[in-house]
């Protein structure tokens, strides 16, 4: 399974696991218990500190999260990753966090979180996916829609030495969510471009893109 798997089956759905509570129970953390269900993963949900979701970050090695899981700080996050607040925990995918109950919707949906106070990352150790580098910056000028101008390859990582996952002809427009990565003096932007065959998300070098 891949990240965008795990996207296109869960986007826009209602998730319950537990029934609670009653009057609202689409909450964050059904939705990870969903992904340690589909996965296979067992490990207890139960927050036991503060009745937040944060408890299942303060309490992962004692759940043995660290048997389906790696666990990365707030500036190793990559694209597949479940993030912890202290009150929320959604999945990272497209430059997007990916959770339920976000901004008053009751369902799985996709938006920009404002990532103060993010306490780590979990990521599963068995994804199927090749992106490796990091965007461990990020800055809201770099949002929004560029357009390519040459045939430029798509990296894994911000820098020429990542695996090429395709290249992108010239006068394609990309999506940038503002994550980047400086390699050097030159950022290279965190894009997701639209294919026939379906998304392709990589870094791309800024000097081969201009704003819409």
């Known amino acids: 399974m891949t990240p965008e798997d795990w996207y296109r089956k869960t986007i826009g759905r209602k998730i319950d696991t537990d029934n609670y509570p009653r009057t609202n129970p689409y909450q964050c953390w059904d939705y990870f218990d969903y992904f340690c269900r589909d996965i296979g993963f067992k490990g207890s949900r139960y927050c036991a500190l503060t ?103 798509i990296r894994t990582g911000g820098s020429e030495g990542y695996a090429i996952l395709g290249v992108i002809p010239v006068d394609n427009v990309v999506d940038c969510y503002g994550y980047y990565h400086m390699e050097g003096d030159t950022p290279w932007l965190y894009v997701c471009a639209r294919q026939k065959e379906g998304f392709i998300t990589g870094f791309m070098c800024s000097k081969y893109l201009e704003r819409r």
Request: proline letters at 1%; hydrophobic letters at 40%.
């Open 51 to 153: 009745r937040f979701v944060g408890d299942l970050w303060k309490l992962r090695y004692k759940y043995r999260y660290d048997e389906a899981f790696i666990f990365v700080s707030p500036s190793e996050i990559k694209e597949g990753d479940w993030l912890f607040w202290d009150k929320h925990v959604a999945f990272y995918f497209h430059g997007m966090e990916v959770g339920q109950n976000q901004n008053g919707k009751a369902y799985v949906s996709d938006m920009a979180l404002n990532r103060n106070g993010l306490l780590g990352g979990m990521r599963w150790k068995r994804w199927i996916t090749s992106y490796n580098g990091v965007a461990e910056c990020y800055s809201k000028t770099a949002v929004g829609k560029w357009v390519t101008t040459a045939n430029v390859n």
